[in-house]
């Protein structure tokens, strides 16, 4: 089932399969700025990562002495969430551990995403709850895809992304898994560009911490693109498929990292986890704004 919302200036698509993103349609200039799932190169739109960003080392972790195994990107965008509220400019998806989620994820929760759509800029809201009285342990994550080029008559190569305020954010390096690209980016001084081989090997991950910088994904001549608020996130991916030339970049909002090869598979103790005590509730957002 899809849902709808839309204004004057945008048309933005959901459905209840993982609370996933599915278009934004902008009716100003009659373009689709996200990406429509080919599964030829990738079959989703807007994924949400939970319980788990990225990969486990050997799909495993564990929890009080317990192993449990966990795909990449844990399970939220597998399941069927349900529709709390819809209205004409705001929706809230939820989904609730349940005794299938329980057997290889070991904690109660409540996850809900809440979109709202403001003139051409759509805030996305991950709220999660601990209903249980043992802590919970987690992370979270977006994985929006665009269309790149968002015009025909462009070229992946004449894309860049820009950040604001222009700082020194640190870059990531993960053994074994995603890894940042041997030469880090200076995004004190340059734009980054949208190759075939800046994903070589795999996302560019810079580090926010209490940093909120604003990316644009444009082309050249600055035409059309987005402007991706990271808001409050711990992390942002970049990201396309290599070597394939997948038509689309991922900004990628997210409150963890996936495992380094490093790690010894305590959940509690892995970087970038989060932990809720009882009755305890996180919020985190960010927001698109197309052009």
Known sequence: MTVSLENEFLRVSFSKDGGELTSIFNKKNNTEY???????????????????????KNDTYRVNGVDYQLSQHGFARDLEFNIELLESNQVLFSLHSNQETLKKYPFDFVLKIKYHLSESKLRVTYIVENPSTKTLLFSIGGHPAFNVPIQNTELFEDYHVTINPKDNYPQIKLQGNYSDSKNPHDFTKEQLPITRETFENDAVILSLKDKHPMLTLTDKKNKKGIHFNTGNADFVGIWSKYPEEAPFVCIEPWW?????????????????IHKLTEKEVFSGFYEIEVF
């Open 256 to 272: 963890g990292l996936a495992d380094d090869i490093t790690t010894d598979g305590e959940l509690a103790q892995k970087v970038g």
């Open 34 to 56: 996200l990406w429509q799932a080919d599964s030829k190169f990738w079959g989703r739109h807007a994924p949400v990562l939970f319980p788990i960003v990225g990969r486990l």
